[in-house]
């Protein structure tokens, strides 16, 4: 049956199965988990041949859009992969406002693409995330808080099913499907082959205003930035962000810690984004920052090179995710001292204000659902393997920190490894059973791997 397959077929013990292992994620840090045959489909007709293809051998499916997955979701221990890197496709059609995207096409590539038409659309801020897994989990990208999670602006799913029928899901046809596709990432019981998305107007003009104080300064920078933010219009991002500060800021050995908060404001016209930013301009102790700029005028490159800086290649990551309704000047002051000890200078933390939009109701109608009025990213980054214990411990304690207050998770960016609760609390209770509900209906043969557990 594999031969119905036009990509390739390679299965545990092959040549070449170890070097198309290590391909499958983008993190350095790969857990040792191996199925047992990895099909790099050619194009999505391969898709319902791989499924026939696991069924008849009693494999398990996972999937991988571009193995982005902090946590390795992708990688089972036995089973199949289906390596979907392949389905890399981008139709536009600029007149009805509209596109058909495939999994693999990054966040990057389909701006860049848009770009040309006056069009946007709300992509993740790392630019090699691929749009399967970022919009199946939900989506917290670039003007969200305009636009809402990516998955607001998508309109209809292609997939294949664990029968392996081929069939479209949307709010009128398979509505159910559609619902759980729209949030329930790794854990979704099929394989989405192709996205129809609505698009946007390009913000012409793009400005960003940045303070960074000492990390000895979160308790007042952070009462003075939420207080101002919410005088911020929606098309304002706004972030926190405890770290080491940038070699630009400061030729120190060590480089000291810093919070920093920024806002960038997605606009038609330069005086507009000045306009939106203006709540931001006066920090009553802003001679106090290590490094202050506004208005700064800023492209979509420019956003994706800061993010490349934070999130390099070639680096090992552990992430996490809360949902809160604890505020930031509670929050954030607490993990200041874990952030001063982390092991590794290239962790952070990073606490979005509104990373889905204020307006609920741009969330309503899928699995993926806001679950606390506040949002933190613990990220762990280093690049020496020897230092993977200290540094994942350091991630786990810095969670432990602040779970008390959490209200969940963020399925795209959980640590589903660090506790069996982790897929379950991000969602609501009742929408966890309606997934596990469907997931029985759709997928009554448990074909699709469920969410990762420790």
Not at 140 to 166: C, F, H, K, M, Q
């Amino acid at each position: 049956m594999s031969g119905e397959i036009e990509g390739a077929v390679v299965r545990r013990g092959d040549p070449a199965y170890d070097g198309v292992w290590a391909e499958m994620l983008w993190n350095d840090l790969k857990p040792q988990r191996f199925p047992d045959l990895i099909v790099r489909v050619a194009s999505d007709r391969d898709v319902p041949a791989a499924v026939r293809l696991a069924r008849s051998e009693g494999h398990r499916i996972a999937l991988r859009s571009h193995g982005h997955s902090w946590c390795g979701s992708p990688l089972r221990d036995g089973g199949m992969l289906i390596d979907l890197s392949a389905l890399n496709g981008c139709e536009i059609d600029p007149a009805s406002r509209t596109a058909a995207v495939q999994p693999a096409l990054s966040g990057r590539e389909f701006l860049t693409a848009l770009a040309s038409y006056g069009l946007a659309f709300p992509a993740g801020h790392c630019g090699a995330v691929a749009l399967g897994g970022y919009l199946l989990s939900g989506g917290l990208g670039w003007n969200s808080g305009s636009l809402g999670p990516a998955a607001a602006s998508v309109r209809a799913i292609e997939v294949v099913t664990a029968d392996g029928t081929a069939l479209t899901c949307s709010l009128n046809e398979n509505p159910d499907l559609f619902w759980a596709a729209c949030g329930a990432g790794p854990g979704f019981f099929a394989v989405a082959t192709r996205f129809h998305v609505t698009l946007h107007a390009l913000p012409t003009a793009v400005a960003e205003t940045t303070y960074v104080f000492p990390l000895a300064d979160v308790e007042p920078v952070t009462r003075w930035a939420t207080t101002a933010a919410r005088r911020l219009p929606a098309n304002v991002e706004a972030s926190f962000m405890l770290a080491t500060a940038s070699p630009d800021i400061t030729a120190a050995t060590p480089r000291p810690k810093v919070v920093s908060f920024t806002g960038t404001a997605f606009a038609r016209t330069r005086e507009e984004a000045v306009r939106c930013l203006q709540p931001l301009r006066a920090c009553p102790f802003a001679e106090r920052a290590l490094f202050q700029k506004t208005d700064e005028p800023k492209t979509f490159e420019d956003l994706y090179g800061t993010s490349s800086d934070f999130w390099p290649r070639g680096h090992r990551n552990v992430v996490d995710t809360l949902w809160s309704d604890t505020a930031h000047e509670i929050l954030l002051p607490a993990l200041a001292a874990k952030v001063a000890e982390a092991p590794s200078e290239q962790s952070l933390v990073l606490a979005p204000l509104w990373p889905a939009s204020r307006d609920r109701t741009l969330s309503l109608d899928m699995a993926f659902s806001v679950l606390g009025e506040t949002y933190l990213a613990p990220f762990a980054i280093w690049d020496d393997p020897a230092e993977d214990a200290a540094n994942t411990r350091w991630l786990r304690d810095i969670m432990r920190t602040v779970e008390p207050y959490g209200t969940g998770h963020y399925i795209a960016e959980a640590d589903l490894t660090a506790d069996p609760s982790r897929a379950r609390r991000s969602y609501t209770p009742d929408d966890w059973e309606r997934l596990r509900a469907l997931k029985a209906v759709h997928d009554p043969e448990n074909v699709f791997h469920t969410y990762l557990t420790p």
